[in-house]
């Protein structure tokens, strides 16, 4: 595999290349990329992305179309609506030109207008959460630090969570706040958790953030649940908060599907990021 | 102009009829019947395998003319396990509309952490009108479970749709909770429509099931920071319980 050992970034930049380091391996199969890496990467690029007025983002919409493997990205983006009220941007992901992602960002100009009171915002403190890992193993090249209040890989249903990024994107590139969220996103599956790890496998298809307002920490708190109609399939909800309070909302689709008998699960499915 | 159906079909294009006239502009088309109309154009594509729509999110990208509007579907990703799809409407050849959607092949897991509703069923509430646009004759029903068309701030809603959304087909139940989450923004409002306009950007809806039958409950709440834009967040329910959520981005902007 052509990525990079002990790296303190996800990725590494060569030229107009994304070199995958250790921290983007998934939990689910080590010749693939983690979605929370993946979501990291998509995300830089549509927040990047120009616009003609001052832009925030309202929602970013990422769809996993196949695994992505451990090799080099390229990424494209262009914009498919510009305007001075409304800016739609549509950033892929190219592996030896396959496309593996693809990402859709919708902006909106910024403007003065009246607030409303936001959900009340309760939660125990970071300074009092538990320095729990999302499951038994806690690896030194995870791209997230986690502290599990309540949930997580080793406790079935809804979860709560401080965490932040530990990785930067790129040895050049922070994980921002915006980026951190894509991450955490990705993984309310884990935080959120109903299905068992040793039996079923749950990766998810797709992440979607829809904002309140832009985050501004580093380190963002998460309530995830998994509801399932038990269809083969799974939505998991999220709602994101800094210390300010509660500034988005993030859905995945899981596909759901049990290892069998015939097949032990992959080594690194007791874990999720 | 029929006000029994929302388009009809002929010569390869939609014809807008009545019901499909926008709330806020009636040289435009409305949302409910656009985001329909891109719905449906993914719940009729072929699929390999037996497969549930679990996410569609639809961009309104400019206004729609009150005009035909002709489509295409293209086929992102195909696949045993998931299929990604994009529908588009043109308006005079333009872009006006896409969504994307996630279908995922139907398999079998244990159920989890979908709620039953303690609403009142749509028999047994009150019967108001979310929209006024058309009149009496308009074919979304609607009956409230909290809050009012009057009072600003969270409201739930039962709808249903007494009519067909192209002429001689029925409403799909895809089709169905596309176009009843699209009331979020109007019965979940936090600001004077009299001052200030929220026209939704978009639309996304997440599914773990399809409705049951011809009543979708959405349960919505609006949140702005005042910037410019707001959140809207929905829960979707039927009468036999939480079946999946949606949201909508608002344009917020003073009303000339």
Same mark, same amino acid.
């Given at each position: 595999m052509s990525?990079e050992?002990?790296s303190?970034s996800l990725y590494?930049r060569?030229?107009?290349k994304?070199v995958?380091? %250790?921290?983007?391996i998934?939990?689910w199969n080590?010749? *693939?990329?983690?979605?929370?890496?993946?979501?990291a990467?998509l995300? *830089?690029?549509?927040?990047?992305q %120009?616009a003609?007025?001052p832009m925030?983002?309202?929602?970013?919409?990422?769809?996993?179309?196949?695994?992505?493997p451990?090799?080099e990205l390229e990424?494209v983006?262009?914009?498919?609506?510009?305007?001075?009220r409304?800016q739609?941007?549509?950033a892929s992901l190219?592996?030896?030109g396959?496309k593996c992602?693809?990402?859709q960002?919708l902006k909106s !100009?910024?403007?003065? %207008?009246?607030?409303?009171?936001?959900?009340?915002f309760k939660?125990v403190?970071?300074?009092d959460?538990p320095?729990?890992?999302?499951?038994? !193993?806690?690896?030194d090249?995870s791209?997230?630090?986690?502290r599990?209040?309540e949930?997580?890989?080793l406790q079935?249903?809804?979860?709560?969570a401080?965490a932040r990024a530990r990785?930067?994107?790129?040895?050049?590139?922070?994980?921002d706040?915006?980026t +951190?969220?894509?991450?955490?996103a990705?993984?309310g599956s884990g935080?959120?958790?109903?299905?068992?790890?040793r039996?079923w496998?749950?990766?998810?298809?797709?992440?979607?953030?829809?904002?309140i307002?832009?985050?501004?920490?580093?380190?963002?708190?998460?309530?995830?649940e998994?509801q399932?109609?038990?269809?083969?399939?799974?939505?998991?909800s999220?709602?994101?908060?800094?210390?300010a309070?509660?500034?988005? *909302?993030?859905?995945?689709?899981?596909f759901?599907s049990?290892?069998?008998t015939?097949?032990?699960?992959p080594?690194k499915?007791? +874990?999720?990021q | 102009?029929s006000?029994?159906? &929302?388009?009809?079909?002929?010569d390869g294009a939609?014809h807008?009829?009545?019901?499909a006239?926008?709330?806020?502009?009636?040289?435009h088309?409305?949302? @409910?019947? /656009?985001g #329909?109309?891109l719905?449906?154009?993914?719940?009729?594509a072929p699929e390999?395998?037996p497969?549930?729509?679990?996410?569609?999110t639809i961009d309104?990208?400019?206004?729609?003319p &009150? #005009?035909?509007?002709?489509?295409? /579907?293209?086929?992102i990703?195909?696949?045993?396990?998931?299929?990604?799809?994009?529908?588009r409407? &043109?308006?005079?050849?333009?872009?006006?509309?896409?969504?994307?959607?996630?279908?995922?092949?139907?398999?079998?897991n244990?159920?989890?952490?979908?709620r039953m509703t303690?609403?009142?069923?749509?028999?047994?509430?009150?019967?108001i009108p979310?929209?006024r /646009?058309?009149?009496a004759?308009?074919?979304m029903?609607?009956r409230?479970?909290?809050?009012?068309g009057k009072d600003l701030?969270?409201g739930?809603?039962?709808?249903?749709?007494n009519?067909e959304?192209?002429e001689?087909?029925?409403?799909?139940?895809?089709?169905?909770?596309?176009? $009843?989450a699209?009331?979020?923004?109007g019965?979940?409002? /936090?600001l004077?429509?009299?001052?200030w306009s929220?026209a939704n950007l978009?639309?996304?809806v997440?599914?773990?099931?399809?409705?049951?039958?011809e009543?979708?409950? $959405?349960?919505?709440?609006?949140?702005t920071v005042?910037?410019?834009?707001?959140? @809207?967040s929905?829960v979707l329910?039927?009468?036999?319980?939480e &079946?999946?959520r $949606?949201?909508?981005?608002l344009?917020?902007?003073p009303r000339?």
């Open positions: 990525h050992a002990g303190d590494t060569r030229g107009e994304w995958a380091g %250790t921290g983007c998934s939990p080590p010749a *693939h990329q983690n979605g929370a890496a993946v979501s990467l995300a *830089h690029y549509v927040n990047i %120009t003609a007025v925030q983002l309202c929602r970013l919409s990422i769809d996993i179309l196949r695994p992505v451990m090799t990424v983006c262009e914009t498919l609506r510009e305007g001075t409304v739609l941007v549509e190219w592996s030896s396959i992602a693809q990402a960002g !100009r910024i403007a003065e %207008t009246p607030e409303a009171p936001l959900p009340e939660r403190e970071l300074k959460a320095d729990r890992p999302l499951d038994r !193993r806690n690896r090249n791209p997230l630090e986690f599990i209040v949930g997580g890989l079935s249903g809804p979860g709560k401080w990785l930067n994107l790129s040895n050049d590139t922070p994980a706040p915006i +951190t969220a894509a991450m955490l990705d993984t935080v959120g958790a109903v299905f068992d790890s039996e496998s749950f990766a998810n298809m797709d992440v979607c953030l829809h904002f307002r832009l985050p501004i920490d580093s380190w963002q708190y998460l309530e995830s998994t399932s109609s038990g269809l083969g399939q799974a939505i998991v999220t709602r994101l908060y800094d210390q309070g509660l500034f988005a *909302h993030a859905h995945q689709t899981l759901v049990n290892y069998g015939q097949k032990s699960p080594e499915a007791h +874990t999720h | 102009m006000t029994r159906s &929302f388009y009809k079909s002929s939609y807008p009829q009545q019901p006239t926008g709330s806020w502009n009636k040289q088309q409305n949302g @409910v019947a /656009v #329909g109309l719905a449906r154009l993914i719940d009729v390999p395998r497969m549930l729509t679990s996410r569609i309104i990208l400019r206004a729609v &009150f #005009g035909p509007l002709t489509a295409t /579907v293209e086929t990703r195909d696949g045993a396990r998931q299929q990604v799809l994009t529908s409407l &043109f308006s005079d050849g333009v872009l006006v509309a896409q969504a994307n959607a996630l279908k995922v092949r139907i398999g079998s244990p159920a989890a952490g979908l303690e609403a009142p069923l749509p028999e047994e509430a009150g019967n979310v929209t /646009v058309l009149g004759g308009h074919p029903e609607t409230v479970v909290s809050g009012s701030g969270p739930a809603y039962w709808t249903n749709f009519a959304l192209v001689g087909e029925s409403i799909s139940p895809l089709v169905r909770v596309v176009m $009843a699209d009331i979020g923004s019965v979940s409002s /936090v004077d429509s009299k001052t929220y978009d639309l996304s997440y599914l773990a099931r399809a409705p049951v039958d009543w979708v409950l $959405a349960d919505c709440r609006t949140d005042g910037s410019g834009t707001g959140l @809207v929905t329910y039927d009468r036999n319980g &079946f999946g $949606a949201h909508q981005t344009f917020i902007n000339v």
